[in-house]
């Protein structure tokens, strides 16, 4: 089980990076898998009660890599944190299979409540640059969130989330469950529904600025013909 999981991890970086050349580049330059890694090693010693020894890694792995997982925190398999500076993970946190995390990206928690405090995240969803996952919510299989977006509510399976707050502006109505969802990694289809409303405003008030037009020249064709 050990092997397997490092092979699926090996794996991600190759299905989900187009930079990855070859094994000895990943294996030397990739932090993301270094801190998936040491994250692994630090659980280990978190569920044998070995908390010291387990902040420690956590701690030197954040020094080399910029990546923050808490030794607590759950990770399943094949987990990409493609780049990764600054990101963080809680305690509480459950990460599926198959997920992919970019830089800035924060799964943390809103308070100094005890116990599930930190999201849990489905299989196969994407979390862009920047994005914010706080508190004790679920985000649903093979979801994407926008980069920068601030989820502070639970995300149904197969949605795209954008904004902030975050808000569901598209969801995906097929059986996600009939096979392992793998993550939407194309960042640039995603919906801007600001735009969208503004220019349905826009289309609206041009309908009706025609509308007064079209009265404003009854009424003269009217006056003018009364004279």
Known sequence: MFWRTIREDIRAVFDRDPAARNLLEVL??????????AHRLAHWFYRHHMYVVARLISHLARFLTGIEIHPGARL??????????????????EVGD?????????????GKEKGKRHPTIEDGVMISAGAKVL???TVGKGSKIGAGAVVIRSVPPGSTVVGVPGRVVRQQHDALSARPPMPDLNHGDLPDPMAETLTALFRRLEHLE???????S?????STTMR
Do not use: K
């Not at 030397?28 to 890694?37: D, E, S, T």
């Not at 025609?210 to 404003?216: K, M």
């Open 28 to 37: 030397v330059c990739y932090p993301g898998l270094h801190a998936i890694w």
């Open 76 to 93: 399943g398999r094949g987990v990409f944190i493609d780049h990764g500076m600054g990101t963080v993970i809680g305690e509480t946190a």
């Open 135 to 137: 508190g004790n919510i």
């Open 98 to 110: 198959n997920v992919t995390m970019y830089q800035g990206v924060t799964l943390g928690g809103t």
């Open 218 to 222: 009854r009424d003269q064709a009217s």
């Open 210 to 216: 025609a509308q007064v037009e079209s009265l404003q």
